[in-house]
């Protein structure tokens, strides 16, 4: 039985899985040594900033390339943490944001501006209508006219951080550009042509699983198209839910971030299946928002979630569910069809 590495936090975690209950293992190679894109990244920097540029720094980019921007800089909230009343300190007319984009369950892409969205009124409240209806019926937002609009406010250039394995880069442009740029890329969407029983999922290790509220905007990629009866989720979730319990509640208010949306929209893709969940967020925290068992070990939750199945009851693993969208080979045909 080879062992599959999961990301987890700063680390890995593994698991054994009989070669005949195994269906197959998608594995999303990233480059984690971001020394070979650091130089290339301060040379972009130099030429775009420049008179009154304000330097933005998305939460979405690796905490060592943080570290090694020289100069001021506004670190940005992620936009579903974000208020409706959040204003900005000061007016921005040119801004350059730095990030390290990955596919988003209903928006499409993070790391793009979006988190600028709530400091323009009119552009946040038809951007949260539709984000709305979007958690109800689980279809993608175009995020294109809203980033068309966000240009019409500030003059934005992003540069975005690619760190797939087969072909790291720097890329930039315009909002809209960096978001066709990634759509041309088509980050891993992989069919899954044997049917699961178990699915087990590792958000893709620090900062993907930070927190249970950064890994949730996450995990839906690959729970929206795939059936299954039980669910593994790697999570370390060192800082926790990421947000107050309070906000989780069913009579949360209407005004809550959109990240309670997010967990209402994961809970109902979980609803009827057993969850298990790996991680050092307590079991009354995570009963609360997905109403999940919690295990200290891999091992502990994969016997858990194979109770009473059948041998040869076969199981799915995503190691990084951060650049990965699962779907069946129905719905693949589907899409190029569309295509």
């Given at each position: ?28 190679q ?23 540029t ?9 905490n ?33 944001l ?27 409240k ?10 109800e019926?689980?279809e ?8 068309n ?19 790291p ?59 299954c ?47 298990h ?63």
């Open positions: 039985m080879p062992a599959v590495w999961l990301p987890y936090g700063s680390t890995s975690i593994s698991i054994r899985v009989d070669i005949e209950d195994l269906a197959w293992v998608v594995s999303r990233l480059v984690f040594d971001y020394s070979m894109l650091a130089s290339s990244l301060k040379d972009i920097l130099k030429d775009s900033i420049r008179g009154e304000t330097l933005l720094v998305d939460p979405t980019l690796p060592f390339l943080k570290e090694g921007i020289a100069g001021s800089f506004r670190e940005l909230l992620s936009f579903d943490l974000l208020s409706p009343v959040s204003t900005m300190e000061d007016s921005m007319q040119s801004a350059c730095v990030s390290c984009p990955h596919p988003d369950p209903l928006i499409g892409f993070r790391g793009l501006g979006e988190n600028l969205f709530p400091f323009y009124p009119e552009l946040w038809d951007f949260t209508t539709e984000f709305l209806e979007a958690a019926s689980g993608k937002i175009d995020l294109k006219p809203y980033l609009e966000l240009r019409s406010n500030v003059d934005l250039k992003v540069i975005m951080l690619i760190p797939l394995a087969s072909d880069k720097i890329l930039s442009g315009s909002p809209v550009e960096a978001y066709e740029a990634l759509s041309s890329l088509k980050p891993s969407l992989v069919s899954t042509q044997t049917p699961v029983q178990v699915l087990v999922v590792s958000a893709g290790g620090n900062p993907f699983d930070e927190s249970l509220s950064r890994a949730i905007s996450i995990i839906p990629n690959c729970l929206q198209n795939v059936e009866d039980r669910i593994i989720l790697a999570i370390e979730g060192l800082k926790g839910l990421g947000l107050s319990p309070d906000l989780v509640a069913d009579n949360a208010a209407p005004s809550s971030p959109l990240i309670v949306k997010y967990i209402s929209f994961c809970r109902n893709l979980l609803n009827g299946k057993t969850v969940v790996v991680s050092a967020i307590p079991e009354s925290l995570l009963r609360i928002v997905l109403d999940c068992r919690a295990h200290d070990t891999l091992l502990d939750a994969y016997r858990a979630s194979r109770l009473f199945l059948a041998k040869g009851s076969k199981t799915g693993i995503v190691t990084h569910a951060s650049f990965t969208i699962l779907c069946s080979e129905v719905l693949k045909n589907t899409l190029k069809e569309e295509a």
